[in-house]
């Protein structure tokens, strides 16, 4: 069994960064693309940053492209997630997440022509660490 662990929340002014770190264990031979998925209570789960078992080609949310960056370091089974100019919208608990097969499945919404990936692809969960964005 795979299992996860996120670090590197805490608390930070608008305007600051923070780099959040997904370690995994237990991987074994198989492929698994990584995802960073957000939470803020009463609001579903969304997807914010994904990266596929190659490390090439990572998918972001629209409203933090060009903010955060997602990376892998398979020599550490690790995937990192560096976020810049942090808002209060930023607020969240995150979570990693894996997905077997190795691939960051998206699906398009042609109403607001928008693509997203699901929490449902991804079987693995870590616990989550608290983002806090505040003046």
């Known amino acids: 069994q795979v299992h996860l662990r996120e670090s590197g929340g805490g608390s930070v002014q608008p305007g600051g960064s923070l780099t959040l770190s997904c370690v995994a264990s237990?991987?074994?031979?198989?492929?698994?693309?990584i995802g960073w998925f957000r939470q803020v209570p009463g609001k579903e789960r969304e997807g914010v940053a994904c990266i596929d078992w190659r490390g090439v080609s990572p998918y972001y949310l629209d409203s933090v492209k060009d903010r955060f960056t997602i990376s892998r370091d398979d020599a550490n089974n690790a995937v990192s997630l560096q976020m810049t100019s942090l808002t209060p919208n930023d607020t969240a608990m995150y979570y990693c997440?894996?997905?077997?097969?190795?691939?960051?499945?998206?699906?398009?919404?042609?109403?607001?022509?928008?693509?997203?990936?699901?929490?449902?692809?991804?079987?693995?969960w870590g616990q989550g660490t608290q983002v806090t964005v505040s003046a």
């Open positions: 997440a894996a997905s077997r097969g190795g691939l960051c499945k998206r699906y398009y919404d042609p109403t607001s022509r928008t693509s997203s990936f699901s929490p449902t692809d991804f079987t693995v």
């Open positions: 237990r991987l074994g031979h198989e492929k698994y693309a």
